[in-house]
């Protein structure tokens, strides 16, 4: 699956790109200027969820949907939100006379909304709040486990005639061959395929509930704040520190670290230091930088 992509590593927007579908996590300022930078074609925006209304995490989003309305786009796109949202982007659309040409569906999520925001055949989203000074939503893409694969040669074997039989025993039905032998799916079907994962957690502080959230993950994107030196602001202003998301990914047993969202106390050399400490706690980590590609 997919990849993604950090379009601004402080004012925060993530594209995840699954068969070519773009699913848009935050939309800080200046995001659609990124996308152009990009490899990510804003014309295959499917969905945009953003976690909170901090201004980093918002501003670009009104910027966006008049740039996709102009573009002629009649494909609908999906929106979800904190409650709030609508009153946010009324004014902005309002204010600058925008009427869309297509269909935008924004789907606010009430305080201590948790659940499935989307659920399509091969994949979900879920959301679960975060701890940050306002409501805060992580979310989870979790694509759903595929069914194993086919053994033609076991097939084969058992001397199931080719044609529409191996097609049945693929869906999960049993078969009676004319000789009245029955064959299940697990005779000719390998375990069935986990799907992969990707957990968006920004912003909060540390979180039983993003440990929760992020529950053996491929991979997990959190925020880094700070670094050890400045643990109390963290507290304080309900931020992670790098070291934080390190003990969420190791707590909940996830494949790997993405750390994003670094404060502008830090420049590139103590982030990277700040990196080293942290993967004490866990490894790998992958530090985050603008239109950074990774493939999941
Ligand atoms: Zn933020
Ligand atoms: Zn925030």
């Known amino acids: ?19 070519g579908d773009v699913f848009l996590f935050d939309c800080g300022e200046g995001t659609q200027l990124q996308l152009m930078r990009s490899s990510v074609k804003r014309s295959r925006i499917h969905s945009i ?3 909170h209304l901090h201004g980093d995490h918002l501003y670009g ?21 904190p409650e709030g949202l609508q009153v946010f982007l009324n004014a902005a659309f309002r204010t600058s006379y925008l009427q869309f040409g297509f269909k935008l569906t924004l789907k606010e999520l009430p305080r201590g909304f948790r659940g499935r925001v ?8 879920e959301a679960l709040p975060l701890d940050h000074s306002i409501f805060c939503l992580g979310w989870r893409f979790q694509e759903k486990d595929k069914p194993g694969v086919f053994n033609l040669e076991r097939a084969e074997e058992l001397g199931i005639p080719r044609g529409p039989l191996y097609g049945r025993l693929q869906h999960g039905e049993n078969i009676t061959l004319s000789d009245g032998r029955i064959i299940t799916p697990d005779m000719v079907l390998g375990g069935p395929r986990p799907g992969k994962s990707v957990v968006y957690c920004l912003d909060t502080q540390f979180s039983e509930r993003s440990i929760r959230l992020a529950d053996k993950c491929t991979t997990l994107i959190h925020e880094t704040t700070f670094g ?11 931020h992670s520190t790098m070291e934080d998301a390190a003990r969420v990914a190791k707590e909940a047993g996830a494949q790997t670290l993405i750390a994003t969202h670094f404060s502008t106390l830090y420049d590139g050399r103590q982030i990277a230091q700040i990196g080293d400490d942290a993967r004490e706690v866990f490894e790998p980590i ?7 590609e990774v493939e999941i």
């Open 1 to 19: 699956m997919p990849g993604w992509q950090d379009t601004s590593s402080k004012l925060s927007a993530t594209a995840l790109v699954r068969e």
């Open 49 to 51: 969820f953003i976690g």
């Open 61 to 81: 989003i009104a910027g966006l949907l008049s740039t996709l309305h102009l573009d002629g786009r009649e494909t609908p796109l999906n929106v979800f939100g």
């Open 118 to 125: 989307l659920d399509e055949e091969d994949f979900y989203v």
């Open 228 to 238: 050890p030196d400045a643990i109390d602001m963290a507290r304080e202003r309900k």
């Open 286 to 292: 992958t530090i985050a930088r603008d239109l950074l």
